[in-house]
């Protein structure tokens, strides 16, 4: 089709993209779609560049399952899919990269689990009680206030 715009998304896109949907479903209680963990994944990066209330602290791998969907999805969507959703991606990931540090242990940094190297990876600033705990890898501690 000639006359197709460059973003047109065809019926194998669609397809692609609740494939997707229906085999991660078992996996991700979310049952989120492609647009819902891109737009979920931007909310976890800006609450982590505001500064990550220390209080969800011990839940912060969780808050990560999003970008994890995305990394399962992306090999099942078309190329199209993936060409047109990648520079938003890249840019959330940029971003994430920027509000972070690389997790150590004893001085040595974590290498990349199971290839999700968001998961080797903690907030720079942080927000909440100065005393709270903070997860051992989180080291050095990160700041408190903001970024912004």
Not at 38 to 58: C, P, S
Not at 110 to 119: A, E, I, M, P, V
Request: hydrophobic letters at 40%; charged letters at 30%.
């Amino acid at each position: 089709m000639a006359d197709r715009d460059d973003t047109s998304l065809t019926e194998e896109d669609y397809a692609s993209v609740l494939a997707a949907m229906q085999t991660l479903s078992g996996r991700y209680r979310s049952g989120w779609s492609l647009n819902e963990a891109l737009a979920r994944w931007r909310l976890v990066v800006k609450d982590i560049e505001e500064g990550f209330d220390t209080q969800w602290a011990w839940e912060y791998h969780n808050e990560l399952a999003c970008r994890d969907w995305l990394c399962e999805a992306w090999p099942l969507l078309t190329d199209r899919v993936r060409a047109l959703r990648q520079p938003f991606l890249d840019s959330m990931d940029d971003r994430f990269a920027a509000a972070t540090a690389p997790m150590r242990i004893e001085g040595a940094v974590l290498s990349h689990r199971r290839g999700k190297w968001w998961h080797d990876r903690y907030p720079r600033v942080v927000t909440g009680e100065p005393g709270e705990e903070l997860p051992k890898p989180w080291s050095p501690a990160p700041e408190y206030g903001s970024l912004a």
